[in-house]
């Protein structure tokens, strides 16, 4: 077998992945469309207003934590650490952390921020727990965004004149801007979605929150009870309704951070 026919064989594979990733996505995101926009009214949105709040609340305290410690993390590893093997073994820790079960953390949060440092059952104790969960994304999305700036803009940077600081101001972390927004969309996405984390330390109550230290349902919460506890058709309707809303609700953060992007290119 010669080497063209491999390639077009490796391809073909290549493209058969590819379509069936697609048609996956779509087909799941068809189903529930499908299934969930009948739900949508007036009515479902003033029932699930709390859970609505909650879920941004969390997701604005969430990125409000871990964006910066992670951006901040992957410039030191990748412009100023100059010990590799300090570099590796904390890489290491971070792809490490990205495999934990979310349960864990779960149950970290719940020890350490509900019980020990006393939050309670409280969208702090859940965004924080949330915050570290997200962080390993961050940190090795924006560290792989800060390798491909090349090594030729920093030098022409400081050719001119300008600080470290600066050419990581002006420069680099510009070039780099839509690696870190992937990585804070990937993060949002993550956040929107858990579930189990947020059980064990945001809570279940339905309430509209007054506060970060209010415990509160988020609608991934709200919708694993729903299916949990369903015994009607009425019941699924209102799963697949939530579902509808949170996919909605991701796609609007979606364009809405790639409209920021755009505005400031």
């Given at each position: 077998m010669n080497t063209k026919i491999k390639d077009g064989i490796l391809l073909a594979l290549v493209y058969l992945a590819a379509i069936i990733t697609i048609a996956s996505l779509f087909g799941i995101l068809g189903y529930i469309l499908w299934n969930g926009l009948g739900a949508l009214s007036f009515n479902f949105f003033i029932d699930l207003a709390p859970s609505i709040v909650t879920t941004m609340i969390v997701i604005g305290v969430s990125i409000l934590f871990a964006v910066p410690v992670g951006i901040f993390a992957a410039i030191?590893?990748?412009?100023?650490?100059?010990?590799?093997?300090?570099?590796?073994?904390?890489?290491?820790?971070?792809?490490?952390?990205a495999g934990i079960p979310?349960?864990?953390y779960g149950l970290f949060g719940l020890v350490f921020f509900v019980i020990t440092l006393n939050f309670n059952w409280s969208i702090l104790s859940g965004s924080l727990t949330l915050a570290i969960m997200i962080l390993p994304v961050i940190i090795r999305v924006t560290q792989e965004s800060l390798k491909m700036v090349p090594i030729s803009?920093?030098?022409?940077?400081?050719?001119?004149?300008?600080?470290?600081?600066?050419?990581?101001?002006?420069?680099?972390i510009p070039s780099a801007s839509r690696g870190i927004i992937t990585a804070v969309i990937l993060s949002i996405g993550r956040i929107v979605g858990e579930t189990a984390a947020v059980f064990l330390t945001v809570g279940t109550v339905n309430k509209m929150p007054s506060g970060v230290f209010s415990s509160g349902r988020t609608l991934s919460v709200h919708l694993y009870l729903l299916v949990k506890e369903a015994i009607g058709p009425d019941a699924f309707n209102e799963a697949f309704g939530t579902a509808t809303l949170l996919i909605i609700i991701i796609l609007v953060i979606v364009l809405f951070t790639q409209l920021i992007f755009r505005g400031r290119k």
């Open positions: 030191y590893l990748n412009e100023y650490s100059k010990n590799r093997k300090i570099v590796e073994l904390i890489n290491f820790a971070i792809d490490s952390l979310s349960i864990l803009f920093r030098e022409g940077s400081f050719a001119l004149g300008a600080s470290k600081v600066m050419t990581l101001g002006k420069i680099v």
